[in-house]
């Protein structure tokens, strides 16, 4: 596969803009705002969640609720912040009542993450829950089973952890996501990233 091939006439100027005008689902007709993504561009590490929510969906900006002050939270675990990542979703609007993306919505805008993920080239991708990972990792991805585990995804190092806001509902899943963290951090290591 090769889902992350740069295009050279791509800029982040004409992403954005693009992106902004999209209304290839029901989605663009409610959202408030875009939510593009947000961190370094030029990042060795990409965060990819599944949907903005309502905070996100208000203010424009991925993870800025109480999901994105527990992953901001977690970076620092870690040693990193936001600028040193990238971090975007699978969908740019906000899910009505903040429900799954739809398979036909994540088919809809799924070309905006992978232009995303080519301008950036990150040397590590992290999704952020089943669903990032069922759409980049394998479509039977068992958050519960394979969180913390390894795969190649078009030639990145990729691992799926619990999404923020799981951990906010089911806090018992904590001491396992740090560990995942420390496995991450490991592997940014190991990778002279």
């Given at each position: 596969m090769d889902f992350f091939k740069e295009n050279e006439n791509d800029t982040w100027e004409k992403l954005r803009a693009d992106c902004g005008r999209c209304m290839n689902c029901?989605?663009?007709r409610t959202r408030h705002n875009l939510v593009f993504g947000v961190g370094n561009?030029?990042?060795?590490?990409?965060f990819v969640g599944e949907g903005p929510g309502e905070q996100e969906d208000l203010q424009g900006e991925p993870f800025v609720g109480p999901?994105?002050?527990?992953?901001d939270t977690?970076?620092?675990l870690i040693d990193l912040d936001?600028?040193?990542v990238y971090i975007a979703n699978i969908v740019k609007c906000r899910p009505p009542r903040n429900r799954d993306p739809l398979p036909d919505e994540q088919s809809a805008c799924i070309g905006w993450l992978t232009r995303q993920i080519a301008l950036v080239q990150p040397k590590i991708l992290v999704f952020l829950g089943r669903i990032a990972a069922q759409?980049?990792?394998?479509?039977d991805f068992r958050i519960t089973r394979e969180h913390g585990q390894w795969f190649d995804v078009d030639g990145r190092r990729a691992m799926a952890m619990y999404h923020p806001s799981a951990?906010?509902?089911d806090p018992s899943k904590r001491p396992e996501t740090f560990v995942d963290l420390k496995t991450l951090q490991r592997e940014i290591k190991d990778l002279h990233v």
């Amino acid at each position: 596969m090769d889902f992350f091939k740069e295009n050279e006439n791509d800029t982040w100027e004409k992403l954005r803009a693009d992106c902004g005008r999209c209304m290839n689902c029901q989605l663009g007709r409610t959202r408030h705002n875009l939510v593009f993504g947000v961190g370094n561009e030029q990042a060795d590490v990409m965060f990819v969640g599944e949907g903005p929510g309502e905070q996100e969906d208000l203010q424009g900006e991925p993870f800025v609720g109480p999901a994105g002050k527990l992953l901001d939270t977690m970076l620092e675990l870690i040693d990193l912040d936001r600028s040193q990542v990238y971090i975007a979703n699978i969908v740019k609007c906000r899910p009505p009542r903040n429900r799954d993306p739809l398979p036909d919505e994540q088919s809809a805008c799924i070309g905006w993450l992978t232009r995303q993920i080519a301008l950036v080239q990150p040397k590590i991708l992290v999704f952020l829950g089943r669903i990032a990972a069922q759409v980049f990792i394998k479509p039977d991805f068992r958050i519960t089973r394979e969180h913390g585990q390894w795969f190649d995804v078009d030639g990145r190092r990729a691992m799926a952890m619990y999404h923020p806001s799981a951990l906010l509902r089911d806090p018992s899943k904590r001491p396992e996501t740090f560990v995942d963290l420390k496995t991450l951090q490991r592997e940014i290591k190991d990778l002279h990233v």
